[in-house]
């Protein structure tokens, strides 16, 4: 068996493996592979004589964009999960101990059903385990300008990519840094930092490196190009709903939402109801650069 460590917004895992080469199923972590010595945050074991045998309560059915997740808990803190793909064809199955710190996995299919359910698996165990470490794993859009990270937010197809691509075109120094699942986690003095990751949906921007947030702003397709900033409250749900957030694990949940909490505390949220043209980039970005 061979170990490879990764780091993620300074979150340390390890992937145990026969395969010679985990580039071939993981070749979006290979810019987040360290050889330092880590304390791992989670350890996933890749078994693929390993059956799927389900024990304790069924917590429900969960479809995501592109995956979907059959839950079972056993106990207080110890999951079974069967991911499957849009077709819902099985690509992995993985089992846990309790609070997720050791998960074994076995994956199906062809490289790339396998690649996909390890994945989603490596995704469930991180947004688990990095929650009580004021880290979030968010569906957004993020350009760096100026060394800040500035985030755009919304359910799929509102334009969220579309608008970092009118960035990057109109303005001066903006670079795509991740397309669909960035990191933001509130640094020792309370600074909300995000972090390229390994998961960047469609588009391959799997960059490590991290800023400090410029801003946040909601997605919204319009006639006109118009921003508003949200009340507080308003502002939590954005970012509560852009967020990875496993509602089925309670201790999670809460988590998460005090670090949205404490985000807020030091950042806005903005909502931009928007053209998918020139104007709309450059008054997203007099608005949040200030």
């Known amino acids: 068996m061979y170990a490879t460590n990764y780091i993620v917004a300074g979150h340390g895992f390890r992937v145990t493996h026969s395969e010679e080469n985990i580039d071939n199923l993981l070749p979006s972590y290979i810019a987040f592979k360290t050889t330092d010595e880590i304390t791992p945050l989670f350890s996933v074991t890749i078994d693929d004589t390993m059956m799927p045998s389900w024990r304790g309560e069924r917590l ?29 064809v099985p690509c992995a199955f993985m089992q846990s101990d309790e609070m997720m710190k050791n998960i074994t996995v076995t994956t199906r299919g062809n490289n790339t059903m396998r690649s996909f359910g390890l994945n989603n698996a490596i995704m469930l165990a991180y947004t688990y385990t990095s929650s009580e470490h004021k880290t979030l ?4 859009s993020v350009v760096e300008n100026s060394g800040k990270g500035y985030m755009f937010l919304g359910a799929s197809g509102r334009g969220k990519s579309t608008h970092s691509d009118l960035w990057v075109k109109h303005i001066d120094g903006s670079t795509l840094i991740n397309d669909d699942n960035p990191v933001v986690r509130i640094s020792s003095d309370g600074t909300p930092i995000v972090y390229g990751s390994p998961w960047s949906g469609k588009r391959p ?35 509560l709903s852009s967020c990875s957030t496993m509602k089925f694990d309670k201790r999670v949940h809460i988590s998460i939402c005090g670090t949205i909490t404490n985000i807020l505390e030091k950042l806005q949220v903005h909502t931009l109801t928007c053209r998918p043209d020139e104007e709309a980039a450059r008054l997203s970005s007099t608005t949040l650069k200030g």
């Open 137 to 140: 794993l968010m569906h957004s």
């Open 60 to 88: 429900g059915y969960f479809p995501c964009n592109s995956a979907n997740f059959e839950v079972h808990r056993n106990g207080e803190s110890a999951y079974q999960i069967l991911i499957s793909n849009e077709a819902e």
């Open 205 to 239: 921007i799997y960059k490590n490196v991290h800023y400090p947030i410029g801003g946040f702003s909601a997605i919204e397709q319009g006639a006109t190009n118009s921003i508003r900033c949200e009340s507080i409250p308003a502002a939590f749900g954005v970012l």
